[in-house]
């Protein structure tokens, strides 16, 4: 990642360790500036490798708004000791075109060709990918959840192929807070936040990451969050946001509206506990 504005420090596009599994690090931080004529907007991303980590789905309080789920609200005491990140999930249902399916309930329908974050039921491995191409709700999956189309495909923004609401924020305003989570050409996967964008510069930034396949998720205030955790091992964690922006940072361990997705490291966690 290479800033277009100068940076005296030499920070920018540079990826600091955050999380450690096994002696690997699993997650890296950066920040860069990405639009030399904008210097407010900011997109800050989290790089992980997902092939060392274990993951659930957990539905909000009101989203979806109807179900009562054994993974719902906040990671669970029971699980905190061995969290590792948390990170939001998508736009309410009847804002999208997509679907949602988690703990074998498809709440709203699937649709083809959405691009769509899983978690596998063999090994509870975060997946994204396209719908009907990649993988379907054939029982093999925890969770199938959708937002809109793809955001980006094939390294390149995606947007404009599909007439999708893409989000604004208050009163219509289209610049705001916006995050988004990518499949990387080396098999990680990468959170990103950026704001205050549209969705149109907010697909360049993405893409210019080298993403291959990309999701919207949610934007706006405060929905876009991710964090990791002090304490592990213990039930006394505390969130440490990824940036200033992501506010709240114990809102996964204490309650959630919206739906979100949790990291656990797979070397401590007992077996089955995430059934």
């Not at 920018?12 to 890296?28: Q, S």
């Not at 948390?86 to 999208?96: D, E």
């Not at 709203?108 to 491995?125: F, S």
């Not at 405060?222 to 506010?247: D, I, N, Q």
Request: charged share 20%.
């Amino acid at each position: 990642l290479v800033s277009m504005i100068p940076d005296e420090a030499g920070t920018e596009g540079v990826w600091t360790p955050l999380e450690t599994v096994a002696g690997h690090t699993v997650i890296w931080r950066t920040r860069w500036h990405p639009f030399a004529d904008r210097p407010r907007v900011v997109a800050t991303a989290a790089l992980f490798d997902q092939t060392r980590l274990v993951a659930r789905h957990f539905s909000g309080s009101r989203l979806p708004e109807r179900g009562r789920w054994k993974y719902q609200t906040r990671v669970p005491e029971e699980l905190e000791p061995w969290l590792v990140a948390t990170f939001n999930g998508g736009f309410m249902l009847n804002h999208i075109t997509g679907g949602y399916m988690t703990e074998g309930v498809e709440v709203q329908p699937l649709a083809e060709g959405h691009a769509t974050l899983g978690v596998r039921k063999a090994d509870y491995r975060l997946v994204l990918g396209v719908y009907g191409r990649d993988m379907v709700n054939d029982g093999t999956w925890l969770t199938l959840r959708q937002n809109i189309w793809p955001f980006v495909e094939n390294g390149e923004p995606a947007w404009q192929k599909h007439r999708a609401y893409w989000g604004d924020g208050p009163k219509g305003i289209k610049d705001t807070l916006r995050s988004a989570l990518c499949n990387m050409p080396d098999g990680r996967m990468m959170y990103i936040l950026a704001g205050d964008v549209d969705v149109e510069p907010f697909g360049q930034i993405v893409a210019s990451t080298g993403c291959t396949l990309g999701i919207e998720l949610d934007i706006n205030g405060t929905w876009p969050h991710f964090a990791t955790y002090s304490g592990f091992g213990t039930t006394e964690r505390t969130g440490l946001p990824l940036e200033r922006r992501v506010l709240d940072k114990q809102r996964m361990l204490r309650s959630s509206w919206h739906d979100f997705f949790a990291l656990f490291d797979p070397y401590y966690i007992p077996a089955g506990t995430l059934d």
